[in-house]
Every structure is written in C-alpha cells, then in structure tokens.
C-alpha cells in the first residue's frame, strides 16, 4: 500500500468518525432541548449524554450554543436548497412540489423540528423564519412579481409595500408552521401529499395574488399610523 493511499484512507477514516462524534453530540442537544432552555444546558451533560469526552467537543465547539447554531445553518442551508430548486414554480403559483419537499424534510428531521416548534424553540423558529424570508425576497421577489411587467412605485410607496409583503409572509409562514406543528402532534396520520395539498391551496391563497389586491394599501399613509 503507498504512502498517499494509506493517507488518503486515513482521511477518510477520520471524515467518518468526526460525522459520528458531530451526529452524536447533535442527537444529544436535541433530546435534552426538548426539556430545558439551551441556556441550561451544559457542556458536562451534553458529552455525557452524548458520550462523547469535553476535549473532543472543544475540538468542534466553543460552548453549547455554537454547535446549536450549526444545527440552525444546517437546516438554512436546506430550506435555501429547496426554495431555489422550486422558485420559478413558485413564481407560476405551484406551491405543491415546496409544500411536499418542506413537510419531507421536516418529517425525516423529526427532532430539528419538534425543537424548533416546541415553546422552548421560539426564537430559532424567528431565526429560520427571517432566514426564509430573506431568501425569498431575494429568489422570488414578492414585490416586483405582485406589481407586474411595466408597474413602477416610488420610494415611500415600496417601502410600504415590502412591509405589506413581509405581514404577508408572517402569515403564510405562521400558518405552515402550526399546520405541520399539529400534524407532528397528532402522529401525522395524514400522509405528506395529503398536508402539502394543503399548505399548497392556501398559501397560493395568500400569495403574490392576495398581496396585488393589498398594493393600493401603499399608496395611503395608513401603513405610517396615519388616518
């Protein structure tokens, strides 16, 4: 055996083992996130239960919060993956093919989710959901898509659009996430195709159509507290 194959194997044994020590520890978080705050768990009993020596974790993370913020970036950068690979029928206003993917991923990433729609996961459900919008208003931009070809709109009257659209989305996001909250709950009798269908009707509802009928609420001062 060469040399640059007995490194190369030796790599790779080492790439397996960081995943398993990276996937133990993210196993651990989870399960003791579901009956504490992030802030009260420590170190000690994460390895603990993790089995896993705090020299080792030290070698990944800093302190707890940071391997949670790994798990939210890994769960961004899929989100992200599926509203690109779906935007443009988004923008045709077929939302069943996301609707499906989402609920997927949810479902084969059970413990992300019931952490982050438990009470104790607010404020990673606000993070994930700034996260989306964000890319969403980049990907598909609601704004130009509701106005149309040819449509224009000064400064004030876009700035009062986008926090039209950003209500809009609070709302849609809101909905989809007590919708798969409650199939969770309920042992998701359902099947995915059943709940996307759905998600799909009533985003579509609430979508770049609904926020076209909202555009003249722009043009009147109401948005500033203004009668």
């Known amino acids: 055996m060469t040399e640059h194959r007995r490194s190369s194997e030796n790599g790779g044994t080492e790439d397996r ?23 009260r768990i420590t170190v000690t009993e994460l390895t603990e239960r993790a089995d896993v020596n705090r020299v080792t974790f030290y070698s990944h993370y800093g302190n707890v919060r940071a391997l949670l913020d790994t798990v939210m970036d890994d769960a961004m950068r899929s989100c992200r993956h599926l509203i690109d690979v779906h935007a443009e029928r988004i923008i ?15 479902d084969e990433h059970e413990d992300e989710f019931s952490v982050i729609a438990s009470s104790e996961g607010g404020a990673l459900f606000n993070r994930l ?11 598909i931009d609601p704004v130009s898509l509701a ?3 040819g449509g224009t709109m000064g400064e004030s009257e876009r700035r009062r659009a986008e926090a039209i659209r950003d209500y809009q989305f609070d709302y849609i996001m809101g909905g989809i996430m007590n919708v798969a909250r409650n199939w969770f709950a309920g042992g998701r009798k359902e099947s ?12 579509h509802a ?7 009928r909202n555009l003249p609420l722009a043009q009147t001062r109401v948005g500033e507290g203004e009668a």
Do not use: Q
Request: charged share 30%; net charge negative.
């Open 17 to 39: 083992r960081v995943r398993r020590t990276r996937a133990r520890l993210t196993e651990a978080l989870l399960e003791l996130m579901k009956d504490k705050p992030i802030d």
């Open 92 to 106: 045709a206003g077929d939302y069943l093919p996301f609707a499906i993917d989402i609920l997927t991923y949810f």
């Open 129 to 139: 959901s700034d996260d989306i919008r964000d890319v969403c208003n980049r990907v």
């Open 147 to 149: 106005i149309g070809d």
């Open 192 to 203: 995915i195709a059943f709940m996307a269908s759905i998600i799909a009707s009533t985003t």
């Open 206 to 212: 609430a979508g770049p159509e609904s926020l076209r």
